[in-house]
């Protein structure tokens, strides 16, 4: 009887060791990998990595020309009396996957990424400069690469 048990546990077991084998456990979502590579350019440019920050970009497209935009942006303001501090506030709407196939879920071409920017302008102590706050809301829109692939590019 303890035999039949035996044997048997080992059976099942062996059973579900070979139904499992062939499984792949799922990666992230196209969205999630498109807000990745969204909060990867806007925390090189926090840093001031701004070469870090076209990385991410496609060459000569819209947010890599932003990015020495940004970096006159912040030069400008941190200049004097005052730091300039910029925080990735949060993603504002839904990230929009465009070009999604239910069928085939590799055929995934844009995506729009919706982030919310807010900058500082912090006074050092005993200055007469106010502090400022500006908002800004970007629509980012992203292109996914062959190379390597899965990643996306900002436009």
Known sequence: MKRKVLISFFVILLILALTG?????????????????????WQAIINRQYELAKWY???DGI?????????????????GEASLMIYLYRFYKPTEVIGEDIYDPDIRDNAIV?????????PFPGSVVEIDVDVFEYETE???????P???MLK
Do not use: F, R
């Not at 456990?25 to 590579?37: D, K, Q, S, V």
């Open 21 to 41: 084998c062939g499984m792949i456990p799922p990666g992230l979502p196209n969205w999630m990998l498109a807000e990745e590579a969204v909060t990867h350019y």
């Open 57 to 59: 970009c496609i060459p």
């Open 63 to 79: 947010w890599y020309n932003k990015v020495d935009e940004w970096e006159e942006y912040i030069n400008t303001n941190s200049e």
């Open 114 to 122: 919706y982030v919310e920017i807010i900058t500082h302008k912090i």
């Open 142 to 148: 992203l292109l996914k690469q062959n190379y390597p």
């Open 150 to 152: 899965g990643d996306w």
